[in-house]
DNA sequence: GACCTGCTGCGGGGTG
């Protein structure tokens, strides 16, 4: 048979689509052709818009035009990988796959490989691969830890990376771009697709999906133009005098909720908390008892088996309301809902599009999201997220560069399998966008660090993992050390938490383990929205019974704060202007106006070429409030460099304390702030140096020092089943960073620690842009009686959070020495 | 290194 000509091939996917009642969207034509031409590329598409088929269906078409004879014999070797970045989206993309693959007559296989995939499933993939493979960046870099790994993968065609934006900000995307690398070099034809949604850098999510070399292929950004109405109604308090100033639970607005989820069909409720979504669930089965069996709970700590149920009764209409966190931000496409309930800030535009877009899928619908304030400013915060989306502003994604844990864990992965060649693997690890800049001394000490243990550890055998064989190659040989890193491969460090379960051994899901440490058996505490009582510990394990107390603890997990976007943040800022000078155009600020004008009287309102600072004296001390609106990391990073700045005049202690809007500096003396801002306090000249002197970057780089010495396979995590504990964990990575600070301080991975603080911790860019805006702003010190609504909440979060600044005899030190400087 | 509000995700005992 000839050559099919590429118009009669997508011929031949519309009509499979007719078939089915379908017809294919411009955007998904666009992807056929451009799939068809040899392009890579990036698809940015919204959840719900049939992505998968915009991908799925050229690649069945490429192999038809490659091997004309498709439909009489059983094609050979896997043809295409689908990398997922959570397993349950690959039984999803498994179906979908299977159901084209029937309708063309082909004789393809689709397999998953993942943590789920049993080990005699595994075998036969090996010497058997399906040609249609779904898998995991994990699971990749452990096929990529298997002997003979290249004639697996021999026949592969293409990659298609899913929801690309999610992996991109992640240890997990430098995973994927690293095993990117060695399969372009086997496979200069290697087709590359990711899919994405919308992110505010996508060229740069191109970029880092693809690297760079010789073999990149012609690429393209493909937009589905699927634009989705998005409709915010704000869940009003009726009286804003008794609605709090401050909190973050909401509950207060429990009563106006309750009629939303009683008239929809289904709704998802989204809270920000693991234990907010506990209490949430509990209080609306309070106040509305008919909701009983018709509403659910889904969250991280929840075992699988009770999430698995929830997802599945949801889709087959059985619940009707599912309270959750961002666990069901992904994952699962089950039927839309009717309504999203968002409780409390989202913290950034795209979180809230992307909750927005769970309901009303049909084309042309609209998606309705409620947003329920959890405090009075956050009305503000609606407002802000309402202008975003109507702008099309959404976050960018960064992405990790130079993370040498992980690469150090992936040449132990190559040498794990077949080993590798130095100068080989160098080009394609300098390939990748992460590692572009690598140089030949790091390089070096990365392989010395693999083979010896470097020069802090060199007298220890088990740090001495890779051997270089006379052929040149780097592999290990022992097969203990394989094992146990094969147990390590990915880059996900979390807590290790105890499992809950009923004495006849069901599983109901997690709890950290300091919670449980602080309980008794017999005492009650509430989990996955039942009552239980602790029978006793054993190991890892908490055995419970159910009971029927009403009292008991709720219990917290101690996960990742989630910050203020610095779009949100922008828009914030805009908001908080327009609640002073044009209040009446939007619901929730003219609701608002009482408090904005009781802040107006008692200090100012800031407009957008204003920044506003706060000084007053209480029984306290001396109350000092920044208002920046930068999100809590910013706040972290320039409370303590403004609070070092100011001890520079005149020695002076204080506690900060601080939110997403503003910081406080709180100090028994008076604050010599007019002094400080003659001086100025914002510059940006020695921002770097000043930073370091005024933060304690030691104690943030060795909490960072955890995961990466744990990534780079320092620290082993126990074998499956008996897992060490964490005390272990932090105390083994904490030996390690002291270890390499006073003998080997120009160690990769410690330098690392510091770099990741200052990137994502302090984000030392942005923050510099902050100072910069604010340079430019006309300072408003305003003096007032007392405390203001805006000072409130944060003052309020003093009371939980104390975080003092540096020991005063370090500083006086540190002021000593800067004077003999002048 | 905690708990004072604080998310999500993966992997798993094999030499063709």
């Not at 096929?143 to 997990?172: C, P, Q």
């Not at 499956?720 to 160690?747: A, I, M």
Request: hydrophobic content about 40%; charged content about 25%.
């Amino acid at each position: 048979m000839e050559r099919m000509k590429k118009q009669a091939l997508i011929n031949l996917g519309t009509e499979w689509f007719a078939e089915k009642g379908w017809k294919p969207f411009e955007f998904q034509l666009e992807t056929w052709d451009a799939y068809l031409e040899g392009f890579s590329g990036i698809l940015n598409a919204p959840t719900g818009s049939g992505k998968t088929y915009a991908l799925l269906i050229p690649i069945l078409l490429d192999y038809i035009r490659c091997n004309p004879k498709y439909a009489e014999e059983k094609a050979e070797g896997m043809n295409a990988i689908w990398i997922t970045p959570i397993r349950a989206l690959a039984r999803e993309i498994s179906l979908a796959s299977e159901r084209a693959i029937e309708a063309m007559g082909l004789a393809w296989q689709v397999g998953i490989r993942s943590g789920d995939t049993s080990t005699s499933v595994r075998k036969k993939q090996l010497t058997n691969p399906p040609q249609l493979l779904i898998t995991t960046p994990e699971s990749l870099h452990l096929l990529l830890a298997s002997k003979g790994y290249r004639n697996f993968f021999g026949n592969l065609g293409t990659i298609v990376i899913d929801e690309w934006h999610e992996l991109m900000g992640s240890k997990r995307a430098v995973l994927a771009e690293l095993a990117l690398s060695r399969l372009k070099s086997l496979l200069p034809a290697l087709q590359i697709w990711g899919i994405s949604a919308t992110i505010g850098n996508m060229d740069q999510a191109m970029s880092v999906l693809l690297g760079s070399g010789e073999s990149t292929m012609p690429n393209k950004i493909i937009k589905a133009d699927i634009q989705k109405k998005i409709e915010v109604v704000t869940v009003l308090p009726d009286e804003i005098e008794k609605f709090p100033w401050s909190g973050h639970l909401g509950i207060h607005l429990l009563s106006k909720v309750v009629p939303i989820i009683q008239q929809s069909g289904s709704t998802l409720i989204f809270t920000n908390t693991r234990a907010m979504c506990e209490i949430w669930y509990q209080r609306l089965l309070d106040v509305a008892p008919d909701l009983a069996g018709l509403l659910a709970m889904h969250h991280g700590s929840i075992s699988r088996e009770i999430r698995d149920w929830v997802e599945q009764s949801l889709h087959s209409e059985k619940i009707k309301a599912v309270v959750c966190t961002s666990s069901l931000d992904l994952g699962v496409d089950f039927r839309p809902v009717e309504s999203i309930i968002q409780i409390g800030s989202p913290k950034g535009v795209a979180r809230f599009i992307q909750r927005a877009g769970r309901s009303g899928h049909q084309p042309n619908a609209v998606s309705r999201i409620y947003f329920v304030p959890t405090h009075s400013l956050e009305l503000i915060e609606s407002c802000a997220l309402r202008q975003a989306i109507d702008d099309g502003q959404v976050e960018e994604r960064i992405p990790y560069v130079r993370s040498f844990d992980v690469l150090a864990q992936y040449l132990v992965t190559l040498a794990v399998s077949d080993g590798f060649d130095a100068v080989e693997t160098l080009e394609e690890v300098r390939s990748t966008f992460s590692f572009a800049s690598i140089s030949e001394a790091e390089w070096q000490w990365l392989l010395n660090f693999i083979v010896t243990g470097g020069k802090a550890l060199h007298q220890y055998n088990e740090y001495q993992k890779v051997r270089r064989d006379p052929d040149g190659l780097f592999r290990v040989h022992d097969r203990k050390i394989s094992l146990r890193h094969r147990l390590s491969i990915g880059t996900i460090v979390g807590e290790t938490s105890m499992i809950i379960q009923y004495q006849r051994g069901k599983r109901i899901g997690t709890v950290e383990e300091w919670f449980i440490a602080q309980l008794r058996p017999g005492d009650t505490f509430w989990f996955a929205g039942k009552s239980l009582e602790l029978i006793r510990v054993q190991g890892m394990t908490a055995e419970v019974k159910k009971s029927k107390k009403k009292k008991g603890k709720v219990p917290s997990w101690l996960g990742g704060r989630i910050p203020l976007s610095s779009q949100l943040a922008q828009y914030l800022r805009l908001k908080v202007a327009q609640s002073r000078e044009d209040a009446y155009a939007e619901p929730e600020l003219e609701k608002l106006i009482p408090l904005t004008e009781l802040q107006d009287r008692r200090s100012h309102v800031p407009l957008i070429d204003e920044f506003l600072i706060e000084y007053f004296q209480s029984s306290e001390g001396y109350h000092l409030l920044f208002y920046p609106f930068e999100g809590r990391y910013i706040h972290e990073g320039m409370s303590a460099l403004i609070a070092w700045r100011i001890a520079q005049i005149k020695p002076i202690s204080f506690t900060i304390a601080m939110n997403d809007y503003g910081f406080e500096l709180l100090s028994d003396a008076p604050i010599p702030i007019e002094e400080a801002l003659e001086n100025e306090l914002f510059n940006t000249i020695d921002l770097s140096a000043d930073i370091q002197a005024s933060v304690n970057s030691i104690e943030l780089a060795k909490r960072r020092f955890r995961d990466i010495a744990s990534i780079a396979g320092l620290v082993f995590k126990g074998y499956p089943g008996r897992e060490k504990k964490d005390k272990y964990l932090q105390s083994s990575s904490q030996l390690f960073f002291e270890v390499f600070t006073d003998y080997e301080p120009d160690n990769l991975l410690l330098r690392q620690a510091f770099e990741e603080v200052f990137v994502f911790q302090l984000d030392e860019t942005r923050l510099r842009t902050a100072l910069d805006r604010i340079q430019f702003q006309k300072i408003i010190l305003s003096q007032p009686e007392k405390a203001t609504p805006y000072s409130f909440p944060i003052i309020v979060d003093r009371t939980r959070e104390k975080l003092s600044t540096e020991r005063l005899a370090d500083r006086i030190r540190k002021m000593k020495l800067a004077l003999e400087r002048e």
